[in-house]
C-alpha cells in the first residue's frame, strides 16, 4: 500500500524563522506535487517534481526530490505570516486509476508576527 | 476564468437524513474528484470521473455514498442516512485531463458537512 507520511505535522515558528518539512515513502513516485491549503478553501498547487535529485525554487521555497524518488522536501526561507496553511504532498496512485492522487496528512504551519 | 465551485458551502443535519452536495468544474476539464478532509487530516479520496469512462468508486467508504456526473460536467455527491462520522469538508476537483504523474488538479472552497 502506497503512503505518503509528512512530518512534522504541526510547525509554530516565528516569522523570519527558516523551516523545512518532510514527505517520505517506501514506494517510488513517478512525481511529487506539493500544495498548500488555507482555512476554508481548497488545496492550491505549488510544484510538481518529476525527476530524482531534482530542486525547484519558487520565491522563498524550496522543493526537492529525492534521489530515489521516495522522498520530497519543502524548505521555506525567512517565513511569513502569509505561508501559514496547511501543506500538503501527494503523488500517483499506482493502485487506482490513472490520474488519482494519494495525499499525505499535512504539515500544518503557523508563522507567528 | 471561474475556478471549481461547490455548493453549499455549510451543511447541517440531522442524522438519518440523506444529503446532496454539489460541484461545479472548471469548463473543459474532462477529469473530476471528491474528496474527503476530516479535521486536520490530509485528503481521502472517495471518486474519480473522467470522461465517458465508468468511474472510479474504489474509495467510496461504503453504499451510502453515491455521486454522478452528468453531461460530463456538475456532479452531485450524495450521502444517504447520514451518520455522525460523515461530518467532514467534502472537496471536489478538476482537472483538464488525467495524466499520471503531472496531474494538476484545482479545487473547489469544500462544503463543512455536520451531522447532529
Known amino acids: 500500500t502506497q503512503l505518503l507520511e509528512q512530518s512534522p505535522q504541526f510547525l509554530s515558528i516565528q516569522e523570519g524563522e527558516n523551516l523545512t518539512v518532510y514527505c517520505n515513502s517506501s514506494?517510488?513516485?513517478?512525481?511529487l506535487q506539493w500544495y498548500r491549503q488555507e482555512p476554508g478553501e481548497g488545496p492550491v498547487l505549488l510544484v510538481t517534481?518529476?525527476?530524482?535529485?531534482e530542486v525547484k525554487k519558487l520565491k522563498r521555497l524550496t522543493f526537492q526530490f529525492g534521489d530515489a524518488r521516495k522522498d520530497s522536501s519543502l524548505h521555506i526561507t525567512a517565513a511569513q505570516p502569509g505561508d501559514t496553511g496547511l501543506y500538503l504532498c501527494?503523488?500517483?496512485?499506482?493502485?487506482?486509476?490513472?490520474?488519482?492522487?494519494?495525499f499525505g496528512k499535512g504539515t500544518k504551519l503557523s508563522v507567528k508576527p | 476564468g471561474a475556478g471549481v465551485s461547490q455548493s453549499p458551502s455549510n451543511k447541517v443535519t440531522e442524522k438519518g437524513k440523506d444529503v446532496e452536495l454539489r460541484c461545479d468544474p472548471i469548463?473543459?476539464?474532462?477529469?473530476l474528484y471528491w474528496y474527503r478532509q476530516s479535521l486536520g487530516q490530509g485528503l481521502e479520496f472517495l471518486i474519480y470521473?473522467?470522461?465517458?469512462?465508468?468511474?472510479?468508486k474504489s474509495g467510496l467508504p461504503s453504499d451510502r455514498f453515491s455521486a454522478e456526473r452528468t453531461g460530463g460536467s456538475v456532479s452531485t455527491l450524495t450521502i444517504q442516512r447520514t451518520q455522525q462520522e460523515d461530518s467532514a469538508v467534502y472537496l471536489c476537483?478538476?482537472?483538464?485531463?488525467?495524466?499520471?504523474?503531472?496531474?494538476?488538479?484545482?479545487f473547489g472552497p469544500g462544503t463543512r458537512l455536520t451531522v447532529l
Open positions: 476537483a478538476s482537472s483538464l485531463d488525467a495524466v499520471a504523474g503531472n496531474n494538476e488538479q484545482f
Open positions: 514506494s517510488v513516485f513517478s512525481s
Open positions: 517534481v518529476v525527476t530524482g535529485g
Open positions: 501527494a503523488g500517483p496512485n499506482y493502485g487506482g486509476s490513472q490520474g488519482n492522487l494519494i
Open positions: 469548463s473543459g476539464h474532462t477529469a
Open positions: 470521473f473522467q470522461g465517458n469512462s465508468a468511474p472510479d
